[in-house]
Structures are given as C-alpha cells and as structure tokens.
C-alpha cells in the first residue's frame, strides 16, 4: 500500500532562511506525488504535484526515486509561507496524506 | 467555477439529531469525495464516490450515510452521531478517479463544515 512519511512535525525558521520539508513515500509502482498546503483559515489547496516539475510560490520538489524522496525546498523563506503543509501520494482511487508539518516563519 | 461549495459553513447538532452536510461542484469532475479532519491533523478519507456511484467506504460507521444525487452534488447525513466525531468535515472532487496514471488527478477541496457535536 502507499505510504509517506513526514517525519518532522514542526519547522521554524527566521525570513529569508532555507527552507526543507522533509517526505519520503513507499510504493510498489511509480508513485503520483504531491504538496497540499493549509493556510490559517483557507481551505487545503495544491502546492506542487511531481508530475509539473514546477516551481509555485518559488518551492520546488524533486522525485528522487533512489531515496523515495519528495522533499519540498525554498531558499529563502518568508512569512506568508507559514502554513500546514502535507505530503501525499495517489495511487488508484486513493490520495493518502502524511501527517504534516507546520512551517513557521519569522520575521 | 472552479470551486467546491460546502454548506452550512458551521453546524451544532445534539447527539439525537439528523442534519445533512452538502457539497457542490460545477467543474465536471467525475470523482467526490468525503474526508474528516481533525485539528492539526491530516485529512482522512471516508467516501469516494466516482460517477455518482459509491467506490470506496473506508469503514465509516453507518451514522455517517453518503448520497450522491448527480454528478454536481454530493451529501453526507448524519445521524446519532457522538462528541467525537466533532471535526472539519471537507469535501472534494478530481476530475477522474484515478492516480497513478497521467498526473493529472488534483484533488479541489471544499472550505470545509465544521461540525460540533454537543
């Protein structure tokens, strides 16, 4: 069955500082991954999917298959990223999510 | 209109009440879904339906009854429910009922019900 696994469950940093959210997925097959992100008091919205290979909001995420990974990155992180932000795979009728991670950023 | 719509945004209910939970979506996606969410945790799946017909039940109990009128509406009913099952209640929709295949899948989310259960 899929899986992720966020293994941290609070990161905080000051403005402008590097941010990395950590996700790591177990799969059978090849894995549909995304980012969902939960603004305080909006509803729960697509960040990234790895299909796009894009970058939103200036955060990108690498599919590193060798590490099942699926970390999100941002090199310089600002207020309004703070959020709750969750790692999920699809597989057939099912999006799992991970447990989360709250990001808070300082001014 | 790329929105999922939830109503009502908030609703009270005693434990011998029946009330409804309605969510729709005008964006011809074939695939909704029910999830619960508990604060600062993720959302758990509790209904698919794909095509209007119920796909996949994750073992929710039976005072949660789903209905699918079309293809825009989806309800969720509620009856005798317990103190616990006090949450955000989300609806969503994709636009097919598969992952794993183009990556196409993306999951819109309603804003939400909040439900408290007294």
């Known amino acids: 069955a899929q899986r992720v696994t966020q293994p941290e469950k609070l990161l905080s940093v000051f403005k402008g500082a590097p941010v990395e959210l950590k996700c790591n997925y177990s799969?059978?097959?090849?894995?549909?991954l995304f980012w969902y992100v939960q603004y305080s008091r909006q509803r729960l919205q697509l960040l990234l999917r790895h299909i796009s290979r894009e970058s939103i909001k200036g955060f990108t995420a690498d599919l590193n298959k060798g590490e099942t990974s699926f970390h999100l990155k941002k090199p310089f992180a600002q207020e309004e990223d703070s959020a709750m932000y969750y790692c999920?795979?699809?597989?057939?009728?099912?999006?799992?999510f991970g447990k989360g991670i709250t990001l808070s950023v300082r001014p | 209109d790329t929105e999922v719509t939830q109503t009502p945004k908030h609703l009270v209910m005693g434990m011998t009440n029946k009330k409804s939970l309605k969510c729709e979506q005008h964006m011809g996606h074939r695939a909704m879904y029910w999830y619960k969410q508990k604060a600062k945790k993720p959302p758990e799946l509790m209904f698919v339906?794909?095509?209007?017909?119920?796909?996949i039940n994750e073992s929710v109990p039976s005072r949660f009854s789903p209905e699918c009128p079309n293809s825009s509406l989806l309800n969720l009913h509620l009856h005798a429910l317990q103190p616990e099952d006090s949450a955000l209640y989300l609806c969503?929709?994709?636009?097919?009922?598969?992952?794993?295949?183009?990556?196409?899948?993306?999951?819109?989310f309603g804003a939400g019900s909040r439900l408290t259960v007294l």
């Open positions: 999920s795979t699809g597989a057939n009728s099912k999006l799992t």
């Open positions: 339906y794909s095509y209007e017909k119920l796909s």
């Open positions: 799969y059978s097959g090849s894995p549909e």
């Open positions: 969503a929709s994709t636009q097919g009922d598969h992952w794993g295949l183009s990556g196409a899948n993306v999951l819109t």
